[in-house]
């Protein structure tokens, strides 16, 4: 492997992983960037990163960290990927159920504990013990009444179980009711109303609203609909490219219907006809299926981009996106959510878009070494997170070696310890350091990891050769012919 350094005549791509609390790492890591004044041309994310990409392409990125209320350092943590209302009432209700029903068994194992201190004050002191035994008897014929056992516990558990049927049925009816296409679905009608347990849609909201306030200033105009609000972010980006603050966008989802990536792209008109038009290295037919241009036909798709992006799979509801009538799927209504996996793709869109050396802002840290097992989470939330975060970590250093050749470089910024999972948004008890992590923390901590792993070292190095490496900084050198970017 050979030498190469770090060029700001490069078209440079800043790209962006992870979920959830990952997006607390992408501010402190777009703060860095640009308080030390790095080009970027071209921002692209998936997960949380879709975000993180989204507000930084509208000059928006200080909004992710400024003090008091950035999305990322307010004092209240953000609210996004909570447990659905539906799935917290079934739980209270199968608590309620669960503890009528094993009431009687821990009172009677506490009474039975109890006995031999009411025979030890019988054998010391005979008139207290025949009172003891006395009240014993009675409690032990109360938690044995007929009308405790047949009666009121049989009466509070079935008012329970019932109580969460019937709220399963609403929920499904509500959700029939509000649907804007009344598209088939196989399997029992309770799935259907159950759904998936972590919503998206607040994740949606927070970051639409964070947006809205910092264009609207001190403006008291509500938030347009998710139509309009495309519409105007497309409009905003296109029409300031090249002034500073602004940048490209390209965002990447999953198509469940159609088992394939989407990509959503807003590039500059220099960039925007090959990518949109040219034929890919596959020479695959059907790229149009696959494309969605912000800039173009699919303007009013930037809020669709952010829904799928933000609805983890297997534990948010997919986000639906009905496409335009003139796209190639002829105005269909399909499933779309994010895929953990994408790095790889990610990485080749970018290259795709001109991109000729990248900035790689990951959220969490990398393959482990030997004795750096940490302690197996027992929260289904959690256990989610450590699958998530497993298959990131994976998808990132297959994404690397894979797309080494198409870069002159590129440039990891990854954390040493990631002491939050991708839920843990009100923070979490971190082992290593043994006290308690906050999800503010986590962004001053990309903060210094940008500074240390590649502002320093790479953009400090100035006219120094430097020396590439496989690990942080990630800067692989690919063959000897990608081109320099123009002026």
Known sequence: MSDATYSTERRTALVLLGTGTAGADHAGVIRALTEAGVRIDLVAGRGIGAVSAFFAAADAG????????????????????????????????????????????????????LYPFVLIAQLVAPATGAEMLSRYREWIGLLFAPALLSSLIPRVATAAVLSGALLTVGAWLFGWRRRTTRRRTRGAALWDGLGLPLE????????????????????????????????????????????????????????????????????????????????????????????????????????????????????????????????????????????????????????????TQVILATGGSGAAAPHGLRAARVDPVGRVGELVSSMEAAAVEEAVSACAPRFWGIYRIAPDHVPLGPFDLAGAYDDRSDRPFRLAELAERGYEDAYRHFIEPVVGAGGEAIRTAAVTPTAVVPDDDLPLRAG
């Open 62 to 113: 200080a909004r992710l960290w400024e003090p008091p209320q950035g999305l990322w350092t307010a004092p209240r943590p953000p609210a996004i990927y909570r447990v659905r209302l539906l799935w917290r009432a079934l739980v209270a209700c199968a608590a309620v159920a669960a503890a009528a029903i094993a009431l009687p068994l821990v009172l009677g194992l506490g009474l039975a504990l």
């Open 200 to 355: 998206s849609g607040t994740a949606v909201a927070w970051a639409l609203d964070g947006f809205w306030q910092f264009i609207r200033g001190a403006a008291t105009v509500g938030l347009p609909p998710a139509r309009e609000l495309s519409r105007r972010f497309a409009d905003l980006v296109q029409e300031s490219l090249g002034q500073p603050g602004y940048r490209e966008l390209l965002v990447t989802a999953h198509d469940l219907d159609a088992s394939r990536d989407l990509v959503f792209a807003l590039l500059a008109p220099a960039f925007r006809e090959s990518f949109h038009h040219g034929a890919d290295e596959e020479g695959r037919p059907d790229r149009a299926l696959e494309l969605v241009d912000l800039g173009g036909a699919g303007r009013d798709h930037v809020v669709d981009a952010l829904s799928a992006a933000l609805a983890v799979p297997g534990v948010c509801e997919p986000s639906r996106l009905t496409f335009a009538q003139e796209s190639g799927w002829r105005g269909e209504t399909h499933r779309v959510c994010d895929r953990p996996g994408a790095a790889t793709r990610l990485l080749e869109e970018v290259a795709a878009a001109g991109a």
